[in-house]
């Protein structure tokens, strides 16, 4: 059980918002059946963070009464609880967070440095990976600078560039919103018009358009990672089915397609993949739950994406239920506890220079 209060974080402006309110509500449940002092803090897609105990409970968002909690300030290692008028209504210091947001600022390092600079320690989407991941484009440079096998692609701005990109990977090609997660706005185009459309609809979720080819027979083996009192642990490999040839929304929430844990894969195949899960997540100094996902053909592997704050937190690849994984969860947590006192516990300078400022603010 951890100590203190902890405060498990999802919303979020973004189009995986209602996933991540079933992530927090799981998170937060599977941490007060332990017996963790727990407080759900809901992101509104406007922007307002809303707290209580009642937001655990997923209810509350299929009634639609989320907007009904207090209203609340993440600031000096807690959260200001406000009443009706605006005022503030009590002060809840917080022991550390648990980011539970998918896609936007949520998972893309926002939330993780509005917590830092609040004095709290998150688990999950910190500020570097969090930031670099939940773009396509950049994952694809930061990888590649890694010497991590990544697939040909071609970053759209605009559509003027589709001639450009349909020579540059070919058909038939895959088209992703370049900062989307959960498959939303993915297609497969077999020809130029195809192409185009698929391209057009991605536009109208993102601002950058993510190229790739379309490797046929290719399978979707999946990774994950955290960083716990003992180090690195590597899950077993995922083998995740789709309903038709691509895996869709459906195919991930909705029941549509399946999964096979652990994948049939040769036992060297699994090896090479959870040892570059492992090299990825440590040379990048990661923390938190990160699951990789791979495309496989044959022996050929690519590692497609990396997901820092993945759906449901990636429970099922760790641990056979959910009160078994509870110990993830408090293990991630105390991780990001730590390494935050270690961080704070390093000198700050204070150099003296202001004081041979001139005191006159006016510029010449």
Partial sequence: MLKGRI?????????????????????????????????????????????????????????????????CIVADGGLYVLGRRGRVKKFLPLHAAVNCCHG????????????????????????????????????????SGLGVPVLPSFELRSEEDIPAAISAVGLPAIIKPACLGSSIGVARAGSSEEFGAAVQ????????????????????????????????????????????????????????????????????????????????????????????????????????EVNTVPGSLAWYLFAPSLRKFRRVVEEVTERAVRDFGEARSKLLVKTGILSSVPASSKLK
């Fill in 104 to 143: 936007g600022l949520g998972e893309g390092g926002g939330v993780g440095g509005m917590f830092a600079c609040a004095g709290i320690p998150m688990a999950g989407g910190d500020i570097f990976c969090g930031a670099a991941f939940i773009d396509k484009c950049r994952t694809k440079v930061l990888l």
């Fill in 7 to 71: 405060a498990v974080v999802f919303g979020g402006a973004s189009n995986e918002s209602e996933i991540s309110v079933i992530t927090g509500t799981m998170t937060a449940n599977v941490l007060k059946d332990g017996g963790t002092d727990v407080i759900a803090v809901y992101i509104s897609p406007s922007g307002g963070i809303f707290c209580g105990a009642e937001l655990c409970d997923i209810g509350v968002f299929k009634r639609g009464e989320e907007l009904k909690s207090p209203r």
């Fill in 201 to 304: 609809a991605a536009f109208a979720y993102d601002g950058k358009v993510l190229c790739e080819p379309c490797i046929s027979d290719r399978r979707e083996i999946n990774c994950a990672a955290y960083c716990g009192r003992e180090g690195i642990t590597v899950s077993p490999c995922e083998e995740a089915f789709s309903s038709g040839g691509l895996l869709t929304f459906d195919d991930k929430y909705a029941g549509g397609g399946r999964s096979v844990i652990p994948a049939d894969i040769p036992e060297e195949l699994s090896r090479r993949v959870r040892a570059l899960t492992e090299e990825v997540y440590s040379r990048l100094d990661m923390r938190g739950i990160v699951r990789f996902d791979y495309l496989l053909r044959g022996e050929e592997l690519w590692l497609s």
